[in-house]
């Protein structure tokens, strides 16, 4: 018979390296710390792994910016390293996705070190987005997502080169063909390599509006989704390029697509049968604590995506937005920023209530390990952990925070090296001082203390995976049916074959009636139902 693919209800596990395990004392986690931690995964239960960029980097954006795509950074271990921990990975029954970064290197790469050095017109400069300046000005008013224009001047010339992000990250020009041929060549080496699958950062942004017009961003300063500069068709058709050199090695590769779009039925796009696996469902990990909003989400990432017959991928965490139990853990809520609408409060202007978000982080977890689909869990989630939003100016090293000149605090908060044994300096990540400095409070999180207390947010997220690993043959491809509660409309519950699922959002209690099943799992510590604000339930 015909078997679905791997990744179409896996649980994939985000390693950000530099963050995970240290093995050689430098401060920085690296490929042989990631090997020697790897039984970690298999008792909590996934099924494979995501490591961010790894590749020779200047850094500047932490592996986002690549100066050779062919390669492993020397400060990972470089590729014999590589090699190990995948036979490793392998041999433990994970899979492993590496990091794809096809929108821009660094401007470290030798292709643009060749461009820069190259005269106007060049075919050296033909591989990036070099134009002409206004006079003084850029050649648009395009916008970097980092801050301040996306256009950098070289030297005292009228040429300009766009950087959708840093400076230090050039844009690549996706119409040359020497970009097209060069990645078709990245992709080969990986998969030959033997990884099961890569993450597309940005899949949405590599190609630009072929005049470059300028956007017309709102008057007051406020966001806007420039159509020019990202979601154009063609883009499509180096997806579907892909697509189809992954599905020539025969087992099953995974595509998955980091893709900010307007809209579920944009996503939708990306996930055509001859495009992308998969595309991170960000619209959830964007809710706010309520059953009405968590519900209308959930119900749109099902009907549109599952439309397309790929299956939802569940995100409520990554290394780029504040870790989840502070964001609900907002009490006090203010302002709306953009891909992370919770930045505004958590710099300063929000309350934040830990054990109401720590409960709210274990009911969302039930929640989504109900649904069909995989999930994607960002590592310190299984812990946990909140964002440190108190690291010293001085140790901060996201360019957002040097871009905005400060006024934005960036994303170090949420990649904070974890902590593993609270009695081990750095808590056991490394034998040197960690590259972001550690609270003291971390201690107090580290897998080892968790596995010993049967409350922690370890044990209920490797209960909650084996729960659901002995469940999913049953489930199959069952739908999704909401259940009603008269007068209850703080209350998201939901019927999956012989799954029932049931999250209270609101304060008042609540007992689950018996005719909806026995409690398997609570998110609340103890086997009777808890009932109140942030609990969930998973009933068989
Ligand atoms: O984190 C953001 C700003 O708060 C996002 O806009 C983010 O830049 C966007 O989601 C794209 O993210 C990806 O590409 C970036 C990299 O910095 C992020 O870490 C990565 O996930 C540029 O490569």
Redesign the pocket.
Known sequence: GITAPWWRDAIIYQVYLRSFADSDGDGVGDLDGLRSRLSHLVRLGVDGLWINPCYPSPGV?HG?DVADYLDIDARYGGLPAFDDMLAAAHESGLRVLMDL?P??CSSAHPWFVAALAAQAGSPERERFVFRTGRGDQPPNNWRS??GGPAWTRVGDTDQWYLHS?DPA?PDFNWRCPDVVEHFDKVLRFWFDRGVDGIRI??AHMMVKHPDLPDWAFPADGSASYNEYAQNRPEVHDILRRWHYLAASYGRDLTLVG?I?VPTVTDLAQYLRPDELTQAFYFDLLKCRWSAAAFGASVERGLATIAATGASVTWTLA????HRSVTRYGLVRPSGIG???PF?DELRGRGEIDLALGTARARAALLLVLGLPGSVYLYQGEELGLPEVLDLPDEARQDP?FFRSGGAEHG?DGCRVPLPWDASAPTFGFSTGPSWLPQPEWFGEYAVEAQWDQPSSSLVLHAAALSLRRSLLPALGAAPVEWLTVEGRDDILAYRRGRLTVVTVFGDEPFMPPASWGDVALASTPGAVPVPGNGSAWLLT
């Open positions: 954006d986002y970064v929108n821009h997502v980092f992000f990250q950062d940005v980091e900010w990554n290394h780029d937005v953009t891909n992370d930045a957002i994303r």
